[in-house]
């Protein structure tokens, strides 16, 4: 997983700092920057603290992914959780984070 922030859309807010869980993120400039990629293990956690779209990943290889980007939105208790593909094709799913520990 590779975790990119779009810093036009970054306002700076601080939810993914607070959310990471491994304090890899930083603010400077009142933009985000991740300091330590490396050491990111795909929890999700900053996309779907980002509230502004800022932040997406690309999903490799290893998982199937072959570049698809993903992105998290929320809605209420709703993730929409976003893959394109490199040939611009969409697929979206939808869950309530109220059964994420359901199964
Ligand atoms: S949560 Fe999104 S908008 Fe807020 S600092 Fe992080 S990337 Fe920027
Ligand atoms: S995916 Fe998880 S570990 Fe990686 S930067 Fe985001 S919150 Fe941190």
Known sequence: M???????????CGACVSACPGSLFNLKDNKVVLRHPEDCWGC????????FGAIYTFLGADIGGKGTELSISREGTKLHWTFVK??????????????????
């Open 2 to 12: 590779s975790i990119q922030i779009r810093k036009d859309l970054c306002t700076g």
């Open 44 to 51: 999700t956690a900053c996309l779907k603290a980002c509230a």
């Open 86 to 103: 490199p040939n611009g094709g969409k697929h979206s799913i939808t869950v309530d984070a109220r059964n994420a520990n359901r199964y």
